[in-house]
């Protein structure tokens, strides 16, 4: 009903950016349609060269934050978190393994690469380096980052926490308004060269399939959560049904953090172990995130003919779940801290990556409401590993992942 808050939307201006490139492609002129190839050719060089400086500041910051913030019950919560962003992705790998042959067998042809063969080309092309390699910029944030929680500087921790606001609002006030365009451009150019249908039509099953396994995902987690906890995990997962269903409207950890931290009251955990580990989960936990990009991912993989041996996978799996943790609370963040790894542990193209975030964009909004109920089952095992308790003053000490984060730091998943 709100027009101004629908075309604000990120999931609107993509949605109507696929259509318009599908329907732009049917008569749009060669030398019009080049432009447009044009900025994907140089936007596309600006991911490469912004990535390695994105996942440097992203994950140094969250690294030495750990050591700084709330003890034992921060590296706890965090260690779930990632956990269950593992599982997640090891999950997906088995259900492409299993289920792609037979549910994109048709599509075995359908190589996105060939994209880049098609007749449109760029008018120029400029070459834009980055300050360093993807793997390079990982190792850095890890060395950094686990140095900074030994050292205690608050000088270089200050300069990291400020690089991070920087790259997000690079991400928030650049990038993320380019990425209609940029898919737009995609899907104008994929339909010129005569791969759409049969690229959209493969698509749409994967689409499906990750609000399918989503909802598998949710079910396995509070599956667990109320073996640990000792409570009924379908009455906990009933419980939490108000926090899905908002954060499905309104694609937003942030606006869901009440409602969430009502529905973990439900389930009985404590006021304090809610209070410090929903807030915290909203910004460090995206198990739903991790099954939509490593189902995309793989889906990609397999329509390209690439092999996926589970070494492969494996690696990139755990590199992502550490993604994840930190990946910023814009919209799209998710799957553009994930860029660079796509680019280097799978060898993702341009073109591939931008399906990649379409096809993210696209049902973001479950992904959304997949973590913030997951949040829920992780607060059931914190409360009972803390017994219904978790230190006041190691709850003060978090001003770096805990509610005040969860607030201004996150803007929509």
């Known amino acids: 009903m709100d027009l101004k808050r629908l075309s604000n939307s990120l999931l609107f201006r993509i949605i109507v950016a696929i259509i318009l490139g599908i329907v732009c492609s049917f008569f749009f002129p060669e030398w019009l349609a080049r432009i447009f190839v044009t900025f994907n050719s140089l936007f596309g060089n600006f991911l490469g060269f ?81 300050p360093m390699e993807v793997m390079t910029a990982l190792i850095l944030a890890f060395v950094v980052g686990v140095a900074m929680t030994t050292v205690k500087s608050d000088t270089l921790y200050s300069g990291v926490a400020d690089l991070r606001r920087v790259v997000m609002k690079v991400i928030s006030g650049f990038i993320v308004p380019l990425l209609p365009i940029y898919i737009f451009g995609m899907f104008l ?158 060898g993702f193209g341009d073109d591939q990556v931008a399906l990649m975030i379409a096809a993210y964009i696209a049902i973001d909004s479950f992904g959304t409401a997949c973590n913030v109920t997951g949040d829920g089952a992780i607060a059931m095992v914190v409360d009972r590993f803390a017994k219904g308790n978790i230190a006041r003053m190691e709850l003060d000490d978090d001003d770096d992942l805990g509610l005040a984060a969860a607030i201004e730091g996150i803007e929509e998943d």
């Open 50 to 130: 912004f990535i390695p400086v994105l996942i440097f500041a992203l994950i140094t910051p969250a690294i030495a934050g750990l050591g700084r913030g709330a003890g034992k019950w921060l590296a706890i919560t965090t260690g779930i978190a990632y956990g269950s962003a593992v599982v997640s992705g090891l999950i997906s790998w088995g259900v492409a393994t299993l289920i792609y042959p037979m549910l994109l067998s048709n599509q075995g042809d359908v190589a996105v690469k060939d994209v880049e063969e098609g007749a449109l080309s760029s008018y120029i092309d400029i070459q834009m380096p980055a």
């Open 189 to 346: 150019s994929l339909g010129m060269n005569g791969n759409l249908t049969a690229t959209l039509s493969a698509f749409a099953k994967v689409l499906v399939l990750a609000i399918v396994m989503s909802f598998v995902l949710l079910l396995l987690q509070f599956l667990i959560a109320g073996t640990i906890a000792r409570r009924n995990p379908f009455t906990s997962l009933k419980n939490m049904m108000p926090a899905y269903f908002t954060a499905l409207g309104t694609s937003s950890s942030a606006a869901t953090i009440p409602v969430t931290y009502e529905c973990a009251r439900k389930n009985n955990v404590s006021q304090s172990v809610a209070g410090f580990t929903v807030p915290l989960c909203a910004t460090i936990h995206l198990s739903g995130s991790m099954m939509k990009i490593t189902l995309f991912a793989f889906a990609i993989m397999f329509m390209d003919g690439m092999d996926l041996p589970l070494t492969t996978a494996l690696g990139f799996i755990l590199m992502l779940g550490v993604t994840m943790v930190a990946a910023p609370g814009v919209p799209g963040g998710a799957i553009m801290a994930a860029v660079g790894l796509l680019s280097a542990n799978l």
